[in-house]
């Protein structure tokens, strides 16, 4: 367990992960995490990141959100990147569910290139939430609550919810009556998107996948699954309400045309470049 080791361990760890010249700013306990959490700030070549960080089980180092420190409203993170294609899959963002706020990458994303889109902000971590205002720029209020507590109470609707539940023995326990929350939270013309970590390894992302397919597809719905080919890593899984833009976005040359939407509505940096590369798009959770 990790709550066995010395804070020494721990920045020892996180030097062997991100490289002795990084720079370890802050590492903490938290109550509803679960783990230790750090954040550190290191570079890739010309690049400077900041990225919050956990420990999973044993000394496993997990990065949890990243911040590029010259551009911060920029992605960092691949399955972000893919995630963000669910408000260009939403007939009109208006308001967007934030669900796992993390180091607030997502949130500066829509308060950046989506400016008329109000996002709500949920995490049920109160440490988590301070890092990301004193180290991650988040400047809103978020609902210090249980993911599933908030759904089950709330009686807005979202053009866009987009769910990235992680604590550090992988994602939250997430069943059918949540994702029947989560779409009876959206507005006619809304879009889902999950993300999906270690998907080929951990045996629950399967099942805990295929239970928000099938609540999906009860209500005529078709849920559209995206990871790069080879990576093994995120796959994002998406649930658009109207039919044709689901039956469009449902091929790579469908989604391809919903990342270009993006790019030219939004003005995304590199006309988003790269974020489809080596994308398998597909109907069925993937076997890859
Ligand atoms: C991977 S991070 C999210 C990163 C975020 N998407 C971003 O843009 O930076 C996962 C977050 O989910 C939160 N979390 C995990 N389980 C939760 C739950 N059941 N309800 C609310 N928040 C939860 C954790 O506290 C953590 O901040």
Redesign the pocket.
Known sequence: MMTEFSDERRRSLILDYFGTDSHIRVVRHTE??GAPVFVVDFDRGLRHFRT?GSFGAGAQVTE??SMDLLYPARLVFHY?RLMSLALAMSARPVNAL??????????RFVRAYLPDCAPTL????ET?VAIARRW?HLKQPVVL????R?LAATSTRYDAI?V????PGGP??IDESFWARCLDALTPGGCLAN?WADFTVNARVRTMAESLSTVARSRGLAPIFATRRGFRDNLVQYVPTVPEIGADAATFDGLNRVLERLVRERHIPDRGQGILENCIVSTRFPIV
């Open positions: 509803t995490f919050l949890q959100s972000e934030l669900l796992g706020v993390g180091g607030a990458a997502m949130w949920v995490d049920s971590d988590i991650f609550d249980a993911a599933q908030f987009l990235d539940l992680y604590g939250a326990e993300n």
